[in-house]
């Protein structure tokens, strides 16, 4: 029997109900359907698939277009997780007009339920006109990818009293604008979880502790797959990276040396070849 979709007030509820959320990248309809057919609850199209996938040295050079056309593959293969696409740098921090153009379009040409952006305070005018628009909106305050430059760096956020307000206030001022979850992301787990505590809406946590109601981790990174670098809240599972390298090596060697194809993986005529070269003796 198919899964229930799953919906936002779903994913709200599961907070009160003190379940556990979990969320996943996916970039292709591959992937997609293997982690939507585990019960993953939440698929991200993260705009990660710019470090991952499409080899950029960070999240800022990926495109509208690059984004739609990932969470087009990925909305093939979701039917019961919810969906949520990562709105990419400049397209919604330039004005409530084309985050509404921008985020509509993760909808109604990608497939997806909901929307993720990162900010706090600062971007809650757009949340709130997103919000309105009938667009829900996933927050994503900590470290933040797209202006990790004006963090310095790759970091984590909120260790001393000032900025760890500064977190807690744009999660309140987030959940008032209407956003139904945010990311934590590089977050001291003692704040975490007292912002989980504060708020009314699930926060997801990746490098934030295990107080959050839920966890995300980029999918190439649960399963070894991606070696250039892989921060220390990671968690592999498996690692797929040399594995991977073996079969294609493997492949490679058994090409070169007419191993493969053998018989059991090629194909016969029903005819002989004589008879395709009119030979008269066959006849």
Known sequence: MKSKKLTVPDIVAMKAAGEKI????????????????????????GDSLGNVVLGYTSTVPVTMEEMLHHARAVSRGVERALLVGDMPFMSYQTGEHDALVNGGRFLK??????VKLEGGVEICPV??????????????????????????????????????????????????????????????????????REIGIPTIGIGAGVHCDGQVLVTHDLLGMFEKFVPSFVKSYTNLAPQIREAVKAYRDEVKGGIYPDDAHSFTMKVEVAELLGDPAKK
């Open 109 to 114: 040409e990608a497939g997806c339920d909901a």
């Open 127 to 196: 949340v709130r006109a997103l919000v309105r628009a009938g667009i829900p909106v996933m927050g994503h305050i900590g470290l933040t990818p797209q202006t990790a430059g004006l963090l310095g760096g790759y970091k984590v956020q909120g260790k001393d009293t000032a900025s760890a307000r500064r977190l807690l206030d744009d999660a309140r001022a987030l959940e008032k604008a209407g956003a139904f979850a945010v990311v934590l992301e590089c977050v001291p787990a003692q704040l975490a979880e007292l912002i989980t």
């Open 22 to 45: 979990t969320v996943l990248t996916a970039y292709d309809v591959s992937f997609a359907r293997l982690i939507d057919s585990s019960e993953i609850e939440v698929v991200l199209v």
